[in-house]
Antibody
Framework: QLLESGGGLVQPGGSLRLSCATS????????MTWVRQAPGKGLEWVST????????YYADSVKGRFTISRDNSKDTVFLQMDSLRAEDTAVYYC?????????????????WGQGTLVTVSS | QSVLTQPPSASGTPGQRVTISCSGS????????VHWYQQLPQTAPKVLIY???QRPSGVPDRFSGSKSGTSASLAISGLQSEDEADYYC???????????FGTGTKVTVL
């Protein structure tokens, strides 16, 4: 299971920290990712953290503003979002890759959280 | 913005076959496998296809995927009312060093 929290209303330029608590699997063995969906729009990949303290990856739209991290002792992945903009308004989903790295040719996103809404507005 | 291009909509009557295309480039579909996701209204996406043509356990065999060059497609045979949803393709992009998603296709069952 994946359970996101931390969403809410924030002013432009503000910060939020999203959390995704997981259970039921060996957390450190899987890459974890954040995907967002603006209201009425499609899916947009945001960031990924490989398993076992591996690499991090960011979409150009959030690079330098968002930071992904994971605590393998608490089976939780985080997304620190700074310098938020109106265009960051979206439902943010946490999801699990089926493999330790997102570049594995047999991977996919097999478990998703329910999503948490982030609204950036004054 | 989406790197993978899909038709915005597709439709069919119950029992028909519907095909959704996904066009990419050499850095994504041309180099890596494709996943397909189904998103029902107000719910999180669900994986239908991985490794371009493999179905996870529990996904009906009415859903099938294929890939050729820099394009991929998802076919739904024996269309059912519960298949009415949004569908997204996705692949890793070696140039962007990230996951990319398609623009999404809304399937309507007439």
């Amino acid at each position: 299971q994946l359970l996101e929290s931390g969403g809410g209303l924030v002013q432009p330029g503000g910060s939020l920290r999203l959390s995704c608590a997981t259970s039921g699997f060996t957390f450190s063995s899987f890459a974890m990712t954040w995907v967002r969906q603006a209201p009425g729009k499609g899916l947009e990949w945001v960031s990924t953290f490989s398993g076992r303290g591996g690499r991090t990856y960011y979409a150009d739209s959030v690079k330098g503003r968002f930071t992904i991290s994971r605590d393998n002792s608490k089976d939780t992945v985080f997304l620190q979002m700074d310098s938020l903009r109106a265009e960051d308004t979206a439902v943010y989903y946490c999801a699990r890759y089926t493999t330790i790295t997102p570049t594995n040719q047999r991977t996919s996103l097999d478990f998703w959280g329910q999503g948490t809404l982030v609204t950036v507005s004054s | 913005q989406s790197v993978l291009t899909q038709p915005p909509s597709a439709s069919g009557t119950p029992g028909q076959r519907v095909t959704i295309s996904c066009s990419g480039s050499s850095s994504n579909i041309g180099s890596n496998t494709v996943h397909w996701y189904q998103q029902l209204p107000q719910t999180a996406p669900k994986v239908l296809i991985y490794s371009s043509n493999q179905r996870p356990s529990g996904v009906p065999d009415r859903f099938s995927g294929s890939k050729s060059g820099t394009s991929a497609s998802l076919a739904i045979s024996g269309l059912q009312s519960e298949d009415e949803a949004d569908y997204y393709c996705s692949a890793w992009d070696d140039s962007l060093n990230g996951q990319v998603f398609g623009t999404g296709t809304k399937v309507t069952v007439l």
